[in-house]
């Protein structure tokens, strides 16, 4: 819309395109709830009005009902939610998402270039703005086998287009304290781009050096004293609350008066089964509010501080001249969504998103690339007695390094569900090199059976955990057979499975098919005796040698601590 025209409907010598009528305007800009007449015309907000100061070709009578920006989503892989853009668009809208800040991170690692491409290329015309933050770190780390290698040279000229906010998690702290040249190419080539950040637990000296590289945020923070030293350090604190990551109760105390401007929501990954249950950023406000934060506080939290964060200066707020992103809410309290407009026009309402359709599909190569797979792949030889094993911490993807004795028969190194001390094996899957390392790990509680996935950050190499030798060999076949996606075997009989041909991290099918497949899989882990409730959101962080303390990746067992590999055997015979 040209000036002349959105100064005309401001002035209210045109009608509006759309009127909302007793609007209780939530304006996170002056902190203030007031009633007003909003008018929308060219899909951006023409201003506030008394009534009968504004006429509008549609005229809607909120009857005092609460008028939201649309929400904004700071950091998220797409990619964890398992389906294409479109579904997921679809999943989002009726929670109040209009725009969502993205990390290709994940089909980065697998197709590099051509799958950023493939995202931004799915993502357009819907009805919510999908912005990319580069990914800074594939691989993640010089201790695993990924699909493709970006240097600076690659991302440099993405970082050019409008739809790249700048560069995205960087996760190799430890690249950046040693001053790796690698990544501070990237970080050169992002300035006057914003720079998020991936630090956790660090602090002290070590984290001075790593916001004074340029880094403005951090989404890892799971402590309080480490988000508010964060803080302190100048760090945007992303509070996250995804699937596995849940961050928000234990955050929410750091968020003052003097500092909320600098903290936002984010979810970083939400599988299928949250998003179906309404679980997002309309969920994060309202637990917020019910602990207590001011609701003004919360809903800039998910709106006006993201925005302006990452330089989206047309959105996150109800104001003139704003984008027409809204949401309409009947309490603060409850986020109950009744309507959401998307640049002016109803994209969301009751719960449902309307008329959205899917743009026309585009095709990736297979990434499925495996050497011919044996079940001696899977047998362990027992070189010791007493060895390392991953522990799990519920709700978390950082581990724990434990260690306990081994149970041995035949000379093989056996798993021993009943001290829930089980294998775990990675498949290299993008080169068909032939890498598989194994370990144990603890905290899964299978006691028959195994699970497999080729969703396992950042490389996505196939991950199996199991209860017995042969069932983890043929969930990893059967991961092979259908070109990636999750499996439960018992057996040798597989006794759940998604497909997940793009990229071996997304379905093609609907969300809500793949929400009830999920949970499928997850109720016939369960039935082996699973403890965890998500355990195929947990494995596929086991894999991560970024996060500490203890993983595995296809080329060995890392203490990420030290970041380096080590021995699965304490008394390794030689």
């Not at 695993?144 to 700048?166: R, S």
């Not at 602090?203 to 403005?216: F, M, P, S, T």
């Not at 599988?271 to 406000?285: I, K, T």
């Not at 637990?287 to 934060?293: T, V």
Request: charged share 25%.
């Amino acid at each position: 819309m040209e000036i002349q025209e959105i100064i005309s409907h401001a002035l209210g010598e045109k009608p509006a395109d759309l009127l909302l009528k007793n609007a209780r305007v939530v304006n996170v800009l002056s902190g203030e709830i007031h009633v007003s007449d909003v008018a929308v015309a060219g899909g951006l907000v023409a201003g506030f009005g008394a009534p009968g100061q504004y006429r509008g070709a549609e005229e809607l009578d909120l009857d005092g009902a609460f008028l939201l920006p649309g929400l904004v989503e700071g950091h998220i892989h797409l990619e964890s939610a398992m389906v294409r853009p479109v579904e997921l668009a679809r999943a989002l809208l009726p929670l109040g998402c209009t725009t969502v800040v993205y990390d290709p991170h994940e089909v980065a690692n697998v197709l590099g270039l051509e799958g950023i491409t493939y995202l931004h290329r799915v993502s357009q015309g819907l009805p919510v703005d999908f912005f990319a933050m580069l990914p800074s770190c594939v691989p993640s780390s010089h201790m695993e086998t990924a699909g493709a290698t970006l240097t600076a040279e690659d991302i440099a000229p993405l970082l050019q287009e409008p739809w790249v906010l700048g560069l995205g998690e960087v996760m190799n702290f430890p690249g950046v304290l040693g001053r790796d040249p690698g990544v501070l190419q990237k970080l050169s080539a992002s300035r006057g781009k914003r720079v998020d950040g991936h630090a956790p637990l660090l602090g002290g000296l070590r984290l001075n050096a790593y916001a004074a590289a340029g880094i403005a945020s951090d989404h890892e923070s799971t402590q309080l004293e480490e988000a508010r030293e964060k803080l302190r350090k100048g760090l945007h604190l992303m509070i996250r609350e995804g699937t596995t990551e849940r961050n928000l109760d234990a955050l929410l105390p750091a968020v003052s008066p003097e500092n909320a401007r600098r903290c936002f929501f984010v979810s970083d990954d939400r599988n299928p089964l949250d998003l179906v249950r309404g679980l997002h950023l309309s969920d994060s406000v309202r637990r917020a509010i019910a602990s207590g934060l001011p609701p003004m506080t919360a809903v800039q939290l998910a709106t006006l501080n993201t925005a302006e964060y990452f330089g989206l200066r047309d959105r996150g707020a109800v104001a003139p001249g704003y984008l027409a992103d809204l949401i309409v809410v009947g309490s603060l309290e409850r986020m109950d969504i009744r309507r959401v407009y998307k640049r002016g026009r109803l994209v969301a309402e009751g719960g449902r998103a309307l008329n959205l359709e899917a743009p026309p599909k585009i095709y990736l190569r297979g990434s499925i690339n495996v050497r011919w797979i044996e079940p001696e792949d899977f047998y362990l030889p027992a070189n010791g007695t007493r060895a390392r094993l991953i522990e799990v911490v519920p709700g978390q993807i950082v581990t724990r390094a434990g260690e306990d004795s081994v149970r041995v028969a035949g000379g093989r190194a056996l798993s021993d569900p009943a001290r829930d001390m089980l294998k775990i094996a990675v498949v290299e899957r993008h080169r068909g090199s032939g890498n598989t390392s194994m370990g144990f790990v603890r905290g899964f509680g299978l006691k028959r059976g195994a699970i497999a996935s080729s969703v396992a950050h950042d490389a996505h190499n196939i991950v199996v955990v199991g209860a017995d030798d042969r069932d983890m060999f043929e969930a990893a076949v059967r991961i092979v057979k259908q070109n990636g996606g999750l499996v439960v075997v018992e057996g040798g009989e597989v006794k759940a499975q998604l497909r997940c041909p793009i990229a071996g991290l997304m379905s093609d099918l609907p969300l809500q098919e793949v929400a009830d497949t999920l949970r499928g899989l997850q109720e016939a882990a369960a039935a082996l005796g699973c403890t965890l409730p998500d355990p195929f959101m947990a494995l596929s962080f086991l894999c991560l040698p970024v996060i500490p303390s203890l993983k595995i990746t296809d080329r060995g067992l890392v203490d990420v601590e030290r970041f380096e590999f080590v021995d699965l055997f304490l008394d390794r015979r030689t």
